[in-house]
């Protein structure tokens, strides 16, 4: 029974295999993951040629392809695509860089201080649940329309992400490697610094990972306030304007960018993390 | 030394309202000392005062219903599409490969930034609204959904393979259950980009009730009472939703052991 | 060498108080170990060796009764005693050499002098070219390895071994506990370990401490009386492990679940003020 069985699970592992085994393949595969990336990007472009091409769908709600190309060349051309990233990638660094120092400490302590955790970590997660448009209203009272409320408000928003994880990952370490710095006889600072950051590093970069998605994904939303250098303000004046192609272009170089900085971000971050097993 | 867990569960809450009444302490003593422009920094009491008349003339109540409301019916519509395809993602290895750079590339977008498109499609109402609460919601719950289906120890997989499984079978007694972890993780983030979405959508679709419309209510007519008072109910909504869907969580998983 | 490590027990009791009821977990304790010696605890699942190991090395001092290290009672952890757990808890960031050299973070030396000890320790384990490996990619046996050398390179009064080869496949077991009785001849540390192995447990002490559950006394004590090195297929060798199973007689022994091991929390762990 159990062989029948055996042969029927090894006919069923095998059929997972796609491509035969032989020399010379190993490229070929390494050539097809490559690219196999860009087939649903390349085929939504082809339709979108087709439903442009074929009328299907009109100008104003959604330029052809070609038109958006050229606004994404002029705009490099005269440098203003450039100047407005600029100033966004500042922004997001300024803000991300504060969320981080402010985020990291924080998120130790709470996870350190069974204290602090009880008194300061209610209030903290209906600061945590509290969407960042609510205090837009009040920072535009407070500070006007200025670069310094967009960077507020990408902080705030990004904050979160970082002291949670920071958190969580200070506060559940394993009792295994506290043990060993009891045994050595370590003082609390340096159980801290030696054994504990250590210990949380995977989870922290985790949190500064999505701490750096949620600073991309604000930062539109705190230029739209009325910033007037940044991608989110070339987007408000391409509205007014009607100018669709260029609200394109600004979106496509939001989400490229966005994912340039993610993977540079896991490249630091792998640099850092090196000693970890490579998991699931 | 051991805390009894009895006395414990008593302390908890009180400790964490100390440190919020404190806070709303300073506040009222600041105003009260007038170091503050009192149009940036009104009355604690003036700011409940606005609750009451919210309350009294049932702006606050519409409010709220409309906002649940539109944040739920985004939320449901994010959740179908993003658990549907994020097993069918994590299912099919190649489908995977094939959608989900994309789908990364898409998710760093800010909602925000397609607040043009979808006001041009879908018009300055409620359907551009509920879209703007779909478009943020939908990636994070596709995504955790798709690695925790992903991330499924393949020995599990296996025992179901070995016992002849259909993969609906295998779907529903073993990829799901063990996934559940990882759709909640992402069910979280759902709930609170809904709930940023629908606040959003209120802030800048602004025809309609709401309980972001409130805030910007407030902040056309240059109250902050109003707007800290709408602040306030925003963030104490949003909390009870992820308490909720904790609770909801608490009781399907409690099959896993705690880490409390 | 001067008369170091001698323990001493005298009517060590320890409960454990929970909501459910008190459990004796140790019940009159009472052993002399001198200097140098090896003694092996054999014993089923919960009969408290792992509890007794952990009184020494002082990561639990709630107990009744004195536990003297050289005439002094002790309190607390101390680098004068170490110890390696089954779980190598080698620090994953940290390459082999240092996470021997985080032993001697508090320890009164030169850096010179620890760097010296450290390299002397690799070479005692046979770990030489492996210094700057991390553990995720080294083995379970030389990860245990690397514990051992980190439990020595103190040069502690009395090293305590909590089922350090438990983890490890039978080749490997059999070949570190060979490596293990090599060292300990050398250094002639004494050293305690604790085991449900009965062949590791005469393979490797001067004498076997039978232990019994509910509640964990000590049953009884046996001479291992034969020459080192031991060859585990000699006739006396296997006479002496029959009288030890018979101690073990025919008491089924229950498989305690550890799936309500209680989860720390950092701030639980002596950090929060």
């Known amino acids: ?280 | 030394m051991t805390v009894n867990k009895q006395n414990y569960f008593v302390y908890l809450p009180w400790r964490g309202i100390v440190f919020p009444v404190i806070l709303i302490l300073i506040w009222q003593l600041i105003y009260l000392a007038k170091i503050a422009n009192p149009v940036f920094l009104p009355s604690v009491f003036a700011v409940i005062e606005q609750g009451h008349r919210l309350i009294d003339n049932g702006q606050l109540w519409e409010g709220l219903k409309a906002s649940l409301y539109r944040d739920l019916v985004g939320l449901s519509i994010a959740i179908f599409l993003g658990v549907s395809i994020g097993i069918a993602l994590g299912v099919s290895r190649l489908a995977g490969k094939v959608f989900l750079p994309t789908f990364n590339t898409i998710k760093q977008v800010s909602p925000f930034a397609l607040i043009p498109l979808l006001s041009f499609w879908f018009g300055l109402h409620e359907p551009a609204k509920i879209a703007f609460i779909v478009v943020s919601s939908v990636f994070p719950i596709m995504i955790n959904t798709y690695e925790g289906v992903r991330g499924i120890a393949f020995d599990y997989v296996e025992v179901g393979r070995v016992y002849k499984m259909t993969t609906f079978q295998l779907l529903r007694k073993i990829i799901l259950p063990a996934a559940t972890p990882s759709i909640f993780r992402g069910l979280h983030l759902g709930v609170f980009f809904s709930w940023l979405g629908t606040v959003g959508a209120e802030y800048f679709f602004t025809a309609g009730a709401g309980l972001g419309n409130i805030i910007v209510d407030g902040r056309n007519s240059s109250r902050m009472d109003l707007v800290l008072f709408g602040v306030f109910v925003i963030g104490i909504t949003g909390y009870l939703l992820n308490i909720g869907l904790s609770y909801a969580e608490k009781r399907l998983l409690h099959w896993q052991i705690q880490k409390q | 060498m001067t008369q170091q490590g001698t323990l001493n027990f005298s009517q060590v009791n320890k409960q454990f108080n929970s909501n459910n009821g008190n459990l004796k977990v140790l019940q009159d304790i009472n052993l002399e170990i001198k200097s140098g010696e090896f003694i092996s605890v054999v014993g089923s699942s919960g009969c408290g060796k792992s509890t007794l190991l952990r009184l020494i090395i002082g990561l639990d001092a709630e107990y009744e009764g004195a536990i003297e290290l050289d005439g002094n009672i002790i309190s607390g952890t101390d680098l004068n005693r170490g110890i390696v757990f089954q779980e190598h808890r080698l620090l994953p960031w940290l390459n082999v050499a240092q996470n021997i050299a985080i032993a001697l973070q508090n320890a009164q030396l030169s850096q010179e002098e620890k760097h010296k000890t450290v390299q002397e320790h690799i070479d005692l384990v046979g770990l030489q070219g492996f210094e700057k490996s991390y553990p995720h990619q080294i083995s379970g046996g030389m990860s245990q390895r690397v514990a051992i050398a980190r439990g020595l390179v103190n040069r502690p009064r009395v090293l305590l071994l909590d089922e350090p080869f438990g983890a490890l496949d039978a080749l490997t077991r059999t070949r570190l506990q060979n490596e293990l009785q090599n060292i300990w001849e050398k250094e002639g540390i004494t050293m305690i370990l604790v085991t449900h192995d009965v062949e590791e447990a005469v393979f490797l002490g001067n004498r076997v401490v039978v232990m019994e559950p509910r509640p964990g006394r000590i049953k009884s004590v046996l001479d291992v009386d034969l020459p080192f090195p031991r060859d585990r297929t000699s006739y006396d060798f296997l006479k002496i492990k029959k009288e030890v199973l018979k101690e073990f007689g025919g008491h089924l022994a229950a498989e305690i679940s550890h799936a309500e091991a209680p989860v720390w929390s950092t701030g639980e762990y002596k950090l929060s003020w």
């Open chain 1, 1 to 280: 029974m159990s062989e029948t069985l055996k042969q029927e699970y090894q006919r069923d592992t095998l059929k997972r295999v796609k491509l035969p085994n032989f020399a010379g393949i190993f490229s070929i595969k390494k050539l097809m993951n490559l690219t196999i990336p860009f087939i649903f990007p390349l085929v939504l472009l082809g339709l979108w040629q087709l439903a442009s091409d074929k009328g299907w769908i009109a100008e104003q709600i959604l330029p052809a392809p070609a038109v958006v190309y050229q606004s994404f060349l002029d705009l490099i051309d005269s440098g203003v695509l450039l100047e407005h990233l600029i100033g966004s990638l500042t922004r997001v660094g300024i803000a991300f860089v504060i969320a981080s120092i402010l985020g990291v400490g924080l998120g130790i302590f709470l996870g350190i201080s069974r204290r602090a955790e009880a008194y300061i970590a209610p209030l903290f997660e209906v600061y945590a649940q509290t969407p960042v448009i609510a205090w837009i209203p009040i920072g535009l009272l407070l500070f006007g329309i200025s670069e310094k409320l967009a960077v507020a408000l990408i902080t705030i928003a990004a904050i979160v992400p970082i002291i949670m994880n920071t958190y969580k990952g200070v506060r559940y370490i394993s009792k295994n490697y506290l043990e060993i710095g009891n045994v050595y006889a370590f003082t609390r600072w340096q159980t801290i610094f030696l054994i504990v950051i250590p210990a949380a590093l995977p989870s922290i970069f985790n949190g500064l990972r999505y701490g750096l998605t949620q600073a991309w994904l604000t930062l539109v939303a705190a230029e739209l306030v009325g910033i007037d250098r940044g991608i989110g303000a070339m987007i408000v004046e391409a509205r007014n304007l009607f100018q669709l192609d260029i609200v394109l272009v600004a979106i496509i170089t939001l989400g490229i960018v966005g994912l340039v900085l993610d993977k540079l971000f896991v490249l630091v971050e792998r640099r850092f993390l090196h000693w970890q097993r490579r998991g699931l």
